[in-house]
T-cell receptor, first 116, second 113 residues
Framework: GAGVSQSPSNKVTEKGKDVELRCDPI?????LYWYRQSLGQGLEFLIY????????KSGLPSDRFSAERTGGSVSTLTIQRTQQEDSAVYLC??????????????FGEGSRLTVL | GNSVTQMEGPVTLSEEAFLTINCTYT??????LFWYVQYPGEGLQLLLK?????DKGSNKGFEATYRKETTSFHLEKGSVQVSDSAVYFC????????????FGKGITLSVRP
């Protein structure tokens, strides 16, 4: 596709359920980032992939959060046993070389997660 | 650690007014600095950037100058338009591979006709 695609765009779930959020980056982009956007908190870094490996996963808030990337393309962010504080917009971004390149990240429109 | 501080919002201006959005940063070394913009219903997109001290980034009439002495990267536009209504994020990235962007909290700009 032309841009970064995320699904679902909206997800409402009950506390304690698991959710999966998907990101389809721009074709050929080797770097992929997940961020979380909460009201009043700005954008919080979660994890960075270069290819299929994650050299920086320092932003994952707990062991309930995990992410993987396969084939150097699609990435899935999984949140287990969701809590109300996980409610946020989860943003995915991709880049041709990562920030060692020209520094531009291309963002998707996000997946809005609401935990009841 | 690295951090970015943006002025508190929201900001409401009349069309053709002058805009300044303040941004200061804390970082070791010489980071690259960015402004990203999020228009309603759209994903964030890069507005402008500067990679070294005294560089000026510019795009769509917006400008920001990398001031190392004041650790600032304030965003300015001489005459705002209604179409500039959006959320603006200041961000920094250390140099080198495997870097990530650290964002400020963002500020909402509303421009009245």
């Amino acid at each position: 596709g032309a841009g970064v695609s995320q699904s679902p765009s909206n997800k409402v779930t009950e506390k304690g359920k698991d959710v999966e959020l998907r990101c389809d980056p721009i074709s050929g982009h080797t770097a992929l980032y997940w961020y979380r956007q909460s009201l009043g908190q700005g954008l919080e870094f979660l994890i960075y992939f270069q290819g299929n490996s994650a050299p920086d996963k320092s932003g994952l808030p707990s062991d309930r959060f995990s992410a993987e990337r396969t084939g150097g393309s699609v990435s899935t962010l999984t949140i287990q046993r969701t809590q109300q504080e996980d409610s946020a917009v989860y943003l995915c971004a991709s880049s041709f070389l990562g920030l060692a390149g020209d520094g531009e990240l291309f963002f998707g429109e996000g997946s809005r997660l609401t935990v009841l | 650690g690295n951090s970015v501080t943006q002025m508190e919002g929201p900001v409401t201006l009349s069309e053709e007014a002058f805009l300044t959005i303040n941004c200061t940063y804390t970082a070791t070394g010489y980071p690259s600095l960015f402004w990203y913009v999020q228009y309603p219903g759209e994903g964030l997109q890069l507005l402008l950037k500067a990679t070294k001290a005294d560089d000026k980034g510019s795009n769509k009439g917006f400008e920001a100058t990398y001031r190392k002495e004041t650790t600032s990267f304030h965003l300015e536009k001489g005459s705002v338009q209604v179409s500039d209504s959006a959320v603006y994020f200041c961000a920094l990235s250390p140099t080198g591979a495997n870097s990530k962007l650290t964002f400020g909290k963002g500020i909402t700009l509303s421009v009245r006709p």
